[in-house]
C-alpha cells in the first residue's frame, strides 16, 4: 500500500461524495490525490460538484481514519481494489454506481472467465436445497466461479456445493472483514478464503446493517455474467438482486416450482413477466449464456455510421479496425483512459448496441 492509497480510502469517507460523484472527479483529476490537492476552483468546475462539495473535499480531516484502515488491511492481509486497479472487477467496474473501493481476501480471480451468482431463500425446501447443490455440481466442470452473499439458505448452500467440488466461490459480505453475519458461517467463511475470497466495500468497524444489505447486493449483480434465483418468496433480497441485474444488462435465470409453494412465487413471478429466463438445469444455463459456442466474427461496418460517438467511444471503436475481439486490459493499456472514464465509455457503447461484452471481459463490434 502507499501513499495513493491513504487517498483513495480517503475518497471514500468524504461527506456527499459518493461512489458516481467521485467517480465524475477521477475522470477531471485523474487519481486521488490530484483531487485532494486540486484548487477549489477547479474542484467547483467539476460536474455535479458545487460550492458545498468543493469545501467538503479541501477541508477534509479523516485521514487518520484512512491510515488506521490502511494498517487494518496490512495486518490481516486485505487487498484494497480501487476502481481503476486492474485487479478490480472489470464487470463490476462498468456499472454506472460500481464502488470506488473494494476490500478483498482471498485466492479467487475476480476476473474469472465465467461468474455466476446463485441466490435465494433463507428457508428453502428441500427440493430448492436439492436444486442448489445439483445445479452448482454440474457448473464445477465448466469452469465457472460461483458468487453469493454467504446468507443463511441457499446463499450458503451454493458457497458449500462449491467448495465439495472444488469450485471457486465468493463470498460478499454487507459489513467490514473484521467480522462475519451472520456468525454461524464463521467456519464457512475461513474455508472460502482457500478456495476463493470474501469481498466488500465496506470497511472495518461496519456493521451489517439493513441498509448495506441492497449495496452488497449490487457487487453480487455486477461482477457476475448471470443471476440465478433458487427459491424466493415475493419480496425479498434476491429479487432486488435480480432487479439490479436487469439493469445492469445481465443475464437472469430462474428456477421454476410448484405454483402453490410461496417459496417459489418470487421466481415464478420474475419468469411470467419475462425477467428471468427459466432453466431447470447447468445445460439450460450453458445455452443460455452461450458458452458452447465461439464467438462469431463480428460484422464489419463502416465507421460513419457511428455519427454520435464522443472522442472517447471513438477512440474505443478505432482499435476494432485491428482486431476483431479485445480483452478490456488490452483496451485500457492502448486507450490510456482513466479507468472510470473507460468504463463509463464502454458502458455507453453497450447501450447504443455499438460493441457486445463477451464472457472473459472481451468485446466485439455489434
Known sequence: MTEETRYQLALTLIPQIGDIVAKDL?????????IFKAKITDLERTNGIGKVRANAIKYFSGFARATKEMEFMSRYHIQPLFITDPRYPQRLR????????????????????????VIGTRSPSPYGAEVCRQLV?????????????????????????????????????????????????????????????????????TQPDKQNFPRRNRIVAGMCDATIVIESGEKGGSLITADIASSYNRDV??????????????????????????????????????????????????????????????????????KKQLHIDEIYRTCQLPGSQLATTLLNLEIQAVIKALPGNCYILT
Open 26 to 34: 477521477l475522470a477531471d483529476f485523474e487519481s486521488a490525490s490530484a
Open 94 to 117: 462498468h456499472c454506472i454506481d460500481a464502488p470506488i473501493m473494494l476490500y478483498y481476501k482471498g485466492n479467487a480471480d475476480l476476473n474469472a472467465s465465467r461468474m455466476v451468482n
Open 137 to 205: 455440481k454440474d457448473l464445477a466442470g465448466l469452469n465457472v466461479t460461483i458468487v453469493s452473499g454467504l446468507a443463511y439458505g441457499i446463499d450458503v448452500l451454493a458457497h458449500k456445493a462449491a467448495m465439495d467440488h472444488h469450485t471457486p466461490t465468493i463470498g460478499i459480505l454487507a459489513h467490514g472483514l473484521d467480522r462475519m453475519y451472520p456468525p454461524a458461517h464463521h467456519a464457512i467463511a475461513k474455508q472460502m478464503l482457500q478456495q476463493g475470497g470474501l469481498l466488500t466495500d465496506f470497511m472495518s468497524g
Open 253 to 322: 435465470a430462474a428456477i421454476p416450482g410448484r405454483i402453490n409453494d410461496e417459496r417459489s412465487s418470487g421466481c415464478l413471478q420474475l419468469i411470467k413477466t419475462h425477467k428471468a429466463a427459466l432453466i431447470t438445469s447447468a445445460q439450460d444455463l450453458v445455452d443460455l449464456m452461450g458458452w458452447d459456442k465461439q464467438p462469431g466474427a463480428p460484422i464489419i461496418r463502416q465507421k460513419e455510421i457511428f455519427i454520435d460517438l464522443n472522442s472517447e467511444e471513438q477512440r474505443v471503436v478505432d482499435l476494432f479496425q485491428h
